[in-house]
């Protein structure tokens, strides 16, 4: 038997990374150590005490808060998913959809692109500077003249490693009459966040993640720091008990191991240094980054070649070649002193 599916599924593509058996994986933009022994010792305890036979709380009362605690915001302007996408997902079917658009600047991040997409949201697009920057009054004419029901901005933007300046967000909110996102999936590696920003009376919000600098990917956790009437909307669409009780408890207790977060972030920024540096000393265009990976482009090799080459020698990086505006490029996440070792030595070859 054979079901139809929607005809619009045919001219989308799934979010896909190449996954293959290597031995330093710097692809996905993970982060290079997990949590201290500490915080693992502590979510066990944790669960010896959780009511599997109960439904968790359906509003993440405890999570809210300690996260509005940790952005000195109030808990009714935090929303929380599993994982930074689920928040996305819900921001797009609360204000997108049908008859509604979304404006991004390419090259960013492709979900923004890809789940407005799956909501039936229109998605409008804008090309960066040669150099992946944002010039102010461009954003602003572009927003005034889209008149987008979401302004999707990333910062640090995913795959440049760039932030925006915060006169763009000023532009960008200054033009638009819907909601300007800000992506902040790597904002603690940043020098500046738009959390300060949020508040009841304007339009911004603010997407973040414990995947990257909180070492949590694994579990699936993301918020949202919004105007309170942008969470309740998205808490009318978000499917009821998303969040099971050990995420909950394993998002309370990270914030117990904040010292532990920063000195990571501090490490990875230091190891980011390093990476930089030897990239400006070989054949490659690189630009600066403020986030955990750093994006190249080798001048004389192809990047599909160089990507090949690395692979050959057990080390995955992400291949970008593909993506709007990044013909040739190569993303590479930060991971451990040896493993940047390992990439840094292995490139030297791949580019001969």
Same mark, same amino acid.
């Given at each position: 038997m054979t079901i139809d599916r929607r005809?619009?599924?045919?001219?989308? $593509? %799934?979010?896909?990374? +190449?996954q293959v058996e290597v031995d330093v994986r710097l692809?996905?933009? *993970?982060?290079?150590?997990?949590?201290?022994?500490e915080f693992g010792a502590a979510l066990a305890r944790a669960v010896t005490e959780i009511d599997f036979n109960r439904y968790p709380d359906r509003s993440a009362t405890a999570l809210r808060a300690a996260i509005a605690a940790d952005h000195n915001v109030r808990p009714d302007? =935090?929303?929380? &998913?599993? &994982?930074?996408?689920?928040?996305l997902q819900c921001l797009l079917l609360a204000f997108g %959809?049908?008859?509604?658009?979304?404006?991004?600047?390419?090259?960013?991040? +492709?979900l923004h692109t890809h789940i407005p997409e799956i909501t039936g949201t229109k998605v409008l697009t804008e090309t960066r500077n040669e150099d992946f920057t944002l010039d102010p009054a461009t954003v602003g004419a572009a927003v005034a003249a889209a008149d987008p029901t979401i302004v999707f901005l990333c910062s640090p933007n995913n795959p440049t490693g760039l932030i925006e300046d915060p006169a763009v967000l000023d532009a960008a909110a200054a033009a638009s009459q819907g909601l300007v996102v800000v992506d902040e999936a790597y904002g603690q590696f940043s020098s500046w966040s738009a959390v300060d920003r949020v508040n009841d009376d304007d339009r911004i919000v603010v997407v973040r993640t414990f995947s990257k600098t909180w070492a949590m990917a694994g579990l699936r956790l993301g918020y949202a720091i919004a105007p309170s009437s942008v969470v309740e909307a998205m808490d009318a669409v978000v499917l009821p008990y998303h969040l099971d009780v050990v995420k909950q408890a394993a998002g309370v207790l990270a914030f117990d191991f904040r010292g !532990?977060?920063?000195a990571r972030v501090a490490r990875i920024c230091e190891q980011r240094g390093r990476i930089m540096a030897a990239l400006t000393d070989l054949d490659v265009d690189v630009w600066p980054s403020q986030a955990n990976f750093v994006l190249f482009r080798p001048r004389r090799v192809a990047g599909d070649v160089v990507w090949q080459r690395l692979v050959d020698n057990s080390i995955l990086v992400r291949n970008c070649s593909s993506?709007? %505006?990044?013909? %040739?490029?190569?993303? =590479?996440? =930060?991971?451990?002193? *040896?493993?940047?070792?390992?990439?840094?030595? !292995?490139? $030297?070859? +791949?580019? +001969?």
């Open positions: 005809p619009d599924l045919s001219r989308m $593509k %799934g979010y896909h990374s +190449a692809n996905t933009n *993970e982060s290079p150590e997990p949590p201290p022994p302007q =935090v929303f929380v &998913g599993n &994982g930074s996408n689920e928040v %959809g049908p008859g509604r658009s979304v404006l991004v600047f390419e090259p960013t991040y +492709a !532990a977060m920063e993506w709007p %505006g990044l013909d %040739g490029c190569l993303r =590479v996440t =930060v991971g451990t002193a *040896e493993e940047n070792g390992r990439f840094i030595d !292995a490139l $030297k070859g +791949a580019l +001969a």
